[in-house]
């Protein structure tokens, strides 16, 4: 059954229980337990180890609930019994609960992790030395790898950049000499992008100037040729390239980078082409289409064609653009002179080079060596890494920076959402202790909600005449992806900063977005997909929280390789599921163990004192408040505030409503919160996204096990949501049955198989009201199935949508 009826709250606490402990109010049976459960532990002695959970969660997972009496309507029902004060029904004037007798069912039949947290190894172990820093100033310059002392000098006194890293050590000399392919393989933040600027801008220079930097006779310009095309997946990155290149390019100002991306005017990016540009670095959709559409580009004096992330664009479905990208530039006759007679060969490659980047290497990978690279040598950071692969075979190891700290919270579904908010609560608790933190979520819709649902409504009111101008959070194309979180700011820090990004969102708000997040002063968080796990560079990210595990261990990578750059600390957090999930952690590329942690530490921690809540959801405390109670109350907040009638959920839409209520009137049926609608959306496409886990890792991440009950919850749902694809229920249906059975999923999430009436009927998305518990969980995915969806999500979420291919 669905745990979300409602429990009376013993007032347990947290403490060791001592003798003579009297237990109030509830039901007697759940009375009778918790006696019981204290005597036992009592009559153990001293020396028995107690259970390792919190008593009071303890025996709510001993206890089930009582079954509740059946009624018609949905919500209403499953808290019959439940005081209206607790109820956001018209008679509520408030949303007040009076947290120590009501609470929401958070603690019950909850599965308990397999990891035996006893044997964990450590948090505090001093983590080695940083992987990815610059190397010892000493040893090793810029100008010893052969870039000219005038790059050297930019790089030192106007970038602060005096040593290289050891990717920059392995490629610079390498690129700079040599006319071969190169593969370029580092970890995440290892600086992999100047090893291959550099010595593009440093033999581009020498065109113009001599070795001892004084002035050539004839001098390039922006109108003398397109020298490098470089092509990343997404536009933020093409983005951040081109700030790298500009940086590196003021000290050769006479050279002109540019970018062509999807979303942006094509009109406007032609006029750039035409005006003149030596490196282009482009989405491969939008430059395909300049290479049909726009004449004016000309590739016969391109040299290098840099693949950024190059196993994402072939994840994300660019090989066709790739291949005609590849066989244009090639089919063009090599230019030894540009049309102003300046001598390219002997400085300038004297064939075109392909240069292929990334942290990590798949499969595709090779695929796209195939298409671009011939006879590439293979440059990584560090020569044991090399031998290691070639004695390892074909596959390259990938590793996550050696300094990031990797840990795991095991938290049931129910408690996911409490626990995630108490650990945003305690990480920015204190001034300077984080001042920006990721966390990745599954899918763009479920960004969106937990977006509006972490946002403080209240203080997004518009200035009135009499306010104060307020700075950069007005710009336009930031106001529904930038707002102060409400919840985890404590009084002793500063107002957290929310921000949303994913590829739905237009490209100025994206952009916006991103900007405002890097350059936020205040202590930030980022809720995002995947959009932002490949190269993105934001200085001082602290943390990164993969609250939905990522789909493939090398996007695992990515992500947690957005923190402990260039030789910076870091912590990576990841939320597991108890059960299968568990397992996960083996798979994962990690210097130093993966340490678990116990929700409960999580939760005790971060509740340590009451969430701060919105005024018109105050509780009203009574009695003592234990962090079990809290996090009850803070879940009921939630819950509530989703329940809340438009009319009521003032903050939700305070300037929406005057409109809602208008259009409320008209209506006879009273309208959803949109929180409510967005919480439903959000789950469904969480659900399906669950299924799209490559399918080695599908053992971990195993959709027959979830209980969709219990994951409603953690979008603050007391009703599992229909409508989970009838996909979800049909594909349970093949897999169970061989075709002759009908699935139906019930509200409370759980999928029952009945024999069909033979007469088709389709209905993988009928209701069965059916309260046992035991059962709940979904039915199995067939692995054809599992595959559609993938294909289908990766469609919907990756390429068409999160990176709106131009
Ligand atoms: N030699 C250097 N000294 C100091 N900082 C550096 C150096 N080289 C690069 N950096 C900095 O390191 C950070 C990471 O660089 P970059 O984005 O190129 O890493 P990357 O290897 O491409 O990472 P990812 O695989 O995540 O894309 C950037 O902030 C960059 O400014």
């Known amino acids: 059954m669905a745990d979300d009826g409602m429990l009376l709250n013993f007032e347990i606490g947290d403490a060791p229980l001592k003798n003579q402990v009297k237990f109030k109010g ?5 009375r009778l337990k918790a006696q019981r459960n204290a005597k036992q532990w009592q009559g153990n002695g001293p020396s028995s180890t107690p259970p390792r959970r919190n008593p009071i969660t303890a025996d709510h997972e001993a206890s089930r609930p009582a079954k509740r009496p059946r009624t018609e309507d949905g919500d209403s029902h499953r808290h ?9 029904g018209p008679k509520a004037p408030s949303h007040a609960i009076k947290t120590g007798h009501v609470s929401s069912s958070l603690f019950t039949s909850n599965p308990s992790a397999v990891t035996d947290f006893d044997r964990a190894p450590a948090e505090e172990v001093e983590p080695p030395k940083p992987s990815n820093a610059p190397l010892s100033e000493e040893a090793e310059n810029f100008r010893s790898l052969g870039v000219s002392r ?13 040593a290289p890293t050891a990717i920059q050590k392995n490629a610079v000399p390498q ?11 580092a970890e995440t933040g290892s600086g992999k992008t100047l090893a291959y600027l550099l010595p593009i801008v440093h033999r581009i220079m020498a065109l113009s100037l001599n070795e001892d930097g004084t002035p050539k006779e004839t001098k390039v310009h922006r109108n003398s040729g397109l020298f490098a095309i470089i092509l990343a997946p997404t536009r933020e990155l093409c983005k951040q390239i081109s700030v790298v290149l500009e940086k590196v390019l003021r000290c050769a100002p006479w050279l002109v980078c540019t970018t062509v991306i999807g979303g942006e005017s094509k009109k406007s990016e032609k006029a750039r082409i035409r005006k003149g540009v030596n490196i282009l670095i482009a989405t491969p959709g939008r430059l395909a289409d300049h290479l049909d559409n726009t004449k004016v580009l000309n590739v016969g004096t391109v040299r290098w064609l840099v693949l950024d992330e190059g196993d994402r664009m072939m994840e994300m479905g660019f090989e066709d653009d790739i291949r005609t990208i590849v066989s244009k530039i090639r089919a063009g006759k090599l230019l030894k002179e540009n049309p102003e007679g300046v001598v390219l060969d002997g400085i300038l490659p004297s064939r075109r080079v392909t240069i292929l980047c990334s942290a990590t290497m798949k499969m595709n990978v090779q695929r796209l060596g195939e298409i671009s690279l011939e006879d590439a040598v293979h440059i990584m950071a560090s020569k044991s890494e090399m031998t290691r692969d070639a004695e390892a075979g074909t596959e390259a190891v990938f590793a996550a920076p050696s300094q990031l700290k990797q840990s795991c919270i ?9 626990t995630l908010i108490s650990l945003l609560k305690s990480t920015f608790a204190r001034k300077g202790s984080v001042m920006k933190a990721i966390i990745f979520i599954s899918c763009a819709d479920s960004v969106d909600f937990h977006f509006d649902l972490l946002k403080d409504t209240k203080a997004l009111e518009p200035p009135t005449p009499h306010s104060s101008p307020s ?7 930031t106001d529904a992806t930038v707002a102060p979180a409400a919840y985890i700011t404590s009084p002793a820090n500063k107002k957290v900063m929310l921000h949303k990004l994913h590829g739905s969102l237009a490209q100025p708000v994206r952009s916006a977005t991103l900007n405002a997040f890097s350059r936020c002063k205040d202590p930030a968080v980022l809720i995002t997909t995947d959009i932002s796990s490949r190269g993105l560079d934001v200085p001082s990210v602290d943390l990164v929280i993969e609250y939905d595990p990522a789909f493939a261990v090398p996007d695992h990578v990515h992500r947690i390789g957005r923190t402990a750059r260039a030789g910076r600390p870091g912590k990576a957090v990841l939320f597991l599921l108890p059960g299968c999930e568990e397992g996960y952690t083996s798979i994962l590329p990690a210097a130093t163990p993966i340490v678990p942690q116990l929700y409960e530490s999580i939760l005790q921690k971060g509740l340590i004192t009451a969430v701060n809540l919105p005024s018109t959801y105050t509780t009203t405390e009574t009695g003592k408040q234990t962090w079990t109670s809290r996090a009850e109350a803070l879940q009921l907040h939630l819950e509530q505030r989703l329940l809340a009638k438009p009319d009521d959920a003032t903050d939700e839409d305070e300037d929406g409503k005057a409109k809602a209520k208008a259009k409320a009137k008209q209506r006879s049926k009273p309208r959803d919160n949109p929180l409510l609608e967005s919480a439903r959306q959000a789950f469904r496409s969480h659900i399906r996204a669950y299924a799209t886990h490559v399918r080695e890792e599908r053992v971990y991440f195993d959709i027959t096990q979830l209980h969709l009950g219990h994951m409603a919850k953690a979008f603050a749902l007391r009703e599992t949501p229909g409508g989970i694809g009838g996909g979800v229920a049909r594909r349970a249906q093949k897999a169970a049955s061989g075709g002759d059975k009908k699935a139906k999923v019930s509200s409370s999430g759980k999928v029952t198989i009945k024999k069909s009436d033979g007469g088709g009927g389709g209905g993988g998305d009928d209701y069965d009201d059916d309260d046992d518990d035991d059962g709940d969980r979904i039915g199995a995915v067939d ?3 599992a595959r559609r969806m993938r294909e289908k999500m990766k469609m919907v979420m990756n390429a068409s949508s999160e990176f709106n291919i131009g």
């Open 26 to 30: 509830g039901r007697w049976r759940d």
């Open 410 to 418: 095991i938290v049931p579904a129910k408690l996911r959402l409490v």
């Open 175 to 185: 690129l700079i000499n040599g006319d071969s392919d190169a593969f370029v393989q």
């Open 471 to 477: 700075k950069a959070d007005r710009n336009p194309n």
């Open 150 to 162: 005038r790059i050297a000098q930019h790089l030192a006194n106007k970038l602060e950049m005096k």
């Open 783 to 785: 692995e054809d199935a």
């Open 80 to 88: 019959a019994k439940v005081p209206r004060t607790a109820d956001a």
